[in-house]
């Protein structure tokens, strides 16, 4: 607080006609500390310049803002851009050290020349290379010491998050202690380029299989806790401005792939890239995007997936009390609160914005409706849903930035109607019910086997796992039952 109040980056003078008066005030107050050289520059400027000094979660918290202009204004959200992939780099013959440490210096290396820093981020920075069988790749360094300053902010966050669940009731709904230990997490994950050479190639098979996006393949022989090596991905980078500007671009098209490939690796996969800001997106011609970058994963389990497709689905059909009933069922809700009431106050967010295009959004004010309904409701902060929350955020503020006339619930409507007649239908139903009944046979069976087992009344010899013919007469039971049932739904 002290660092950005010195930079005049915490209520920076150029707010003031924005602020009530007795806020005007107190900004007047805080910068009577600021530093000498604190006014140099544009507000965004200053920010970020302070973001960078404050190390990684300062960095991550300055590229997760840069991408909503809608709400901060497109100077704003420029001027923090650079804090996505333009920081200042360490040199190359360091890089060129640390692979050699990691991969080995012999004349058969993996890497046979190595270019400058393309790409300079907060944990790590990416440099072109040329690899010894010709082909053109991207190797991924973690930069010197960055584990200790991971440390150093993992500190901070714990020290701050305790500070103001303590003192501040309010904010205890919003679970400060347990946010921050899923930003750390998170971090911590981001600091083995193995883990990240595994989601890489994990989500590249998912990408390939839906073909709304891809990614690199991953070189493996080049792969080390603190080096990647992945195939050098096609197009420009959607940082750089260029890159929108490429003749033959499809850019309506652009957006809804972006919208769409982020839908079904959430939706069908439960696996998502959970940080696809500009800086970790390429673009090529006519509407191809390629994601790199996979530090960040994001996780659904089955149940989490099909409350975030039937909200979906209920805003897209405009099914407001199905919407709040989801929220009751999936404890986003606490059940004192009056299920009719909720969905009364998600209908004055929904209808304002139900199938407008962005430009005629304004998405500051809608989430600060959204954040005071969440407050009269009492909602809490889900920490496994936080990943989550912060890249459907990040993702349509892209996709704004990629055509401004996009329309979100257009895009999504089809994947999210996909996934609701895939895994909703009688049949789904039919399969599900197969499914729970046969885990619900091995149960019983494994039980009547201990049982006979620990009985000393039973046979010397008893048949491992129960008998075989309760099993078998189950099993006949089971079938008839749901070739009934598949009768009766045709």
């Known amino acids: ?78 001027d923090l851009a650079r804090l996505k992939d333009r920081l200042a780099p360490f040199s190359t013959e360091l890089a060129q050290a640390e692979i050699e440490r990691a991969l080995g210096s012999a004349p058969c290396c993996l890497v046979a020349e190595l270019g400058e820093p393309v790409a300079a981020a907060s ?72 883990l990240e050479a595994a989601a890489a190639d994990e989500l590249g098979s998912i990408m390939e299989h839906d073909g709304f996006m891809s990614a690199p393949k991953v070189v493996w022989e080049g792969v080390a806790r603190r080096v990647v090596v992945l195939e050098w991905a096609p197009g420009l980078p959607l940082s750089d401005p260029a890159s929108l500007e490429q003749a033959g671009l499809d850019r309506p098209r652009l957006a809804t792939n972006l919208i769409c490939g982020f839908l079904t690796q959430a939706l069908d996969h439960g696996v998502f890239h959970a940080d696809l800001h500009e800086g970790n997106l390429f673009v090529d011609t006519p509407a191809k995007l390629t994601a790199v970058d996979f530090g960040i994963i994001g996780r659904l389990d089955a149940a989490e997936r099909r409350y975030l497709a039937e909200i979906l689905w209920g805003f897209l059909q405009r099914d407001y009390r ?83 006339n996009h329309d979100i619930w257009s895009a999504a409507e089809p994947v999210v109607r996909r996934w609701i007649e895939r895994e909703l239908s009688p049949t789904a139903s039919l399969r599900r019910f197969v499914h729970d009944a046969s885990a619900a046979l091995r149960a019983m069976s494994r039980l009547v086997g201990a049982a006979a087992a620990a009985d000393p009344r039973a046979s010397e010899t008893p048949v491992e796992g129960g008998s075989p013919w309760l099993g078998f007469a189950l099993g006949v039971l089971v079938a008839a039952a749901a070739f009934s049932a598949a009768l009766f739904l045709r």
Do not use: C
């Open 1 to 78: 607080m002290w660092i950005l109040v010195r930079a005049d980056a915490l209520a920076p003078r150029e707010l003031d006609p924005l602020l009530p008066e007795a806020a005007r005030a107190a900004a007047r107050l805080l910068r009577l500390f600021a530093g000498p050289g604190a006014r140099v520059g544009r507000p965004g400027e200053r920010l970020a310049r302070t973001l960078e000094r404050l190390g990684p979660v300062g960095i991550k918290l300055g590229q997760f803002l840069s991408t909503r202009a809608d709400i901060l204004g497109a100077e704003f959200a420029a």
């Open 123 to 194: 944990l790590a920075q990416a440099h072109r290379a040329r690899l010894r069988d010709g082909r053109e790749a991207a190797v991924k360094i973690l930069r010197p010491e960055i584990e200790r300053r991971v440390a150093d902010d993992a500190a901070v966050l714990r020290l701050g998050a305790r500070i103001v669940q303590s003192l501040v009731p309010r904010s205890r709904r919003l679970a400060p202690r347990a946010f921050a230990a899923t930003v750390i997490r998170s971090l911590q994950l981001e600091l083995d380029m193995r």
């Open 322 to 404: 199905r919407v709040a009933d989801v929220h009751f069922q999936a404890g986003y809700v606490s059940p004192d609160q009056d299920s009719a009431t909720f969905a009364q106050a998600l209908r004055a967010v929904g209808e304002p914005v139900f199938g407008r295009n962005a430009s005629g959004l304004s998405m500051g004010k809608l989430l600060a409706q959204l954040f005071e309904v969440t407050a009269i409701f009492d909602m809490v902060l889900r920490p496994e849903l936080v990943l989550l929350q912060k890249t459907m955020v990040t993702v349509e503020g892209v996709a704004r930035r990629i055509d401004p």
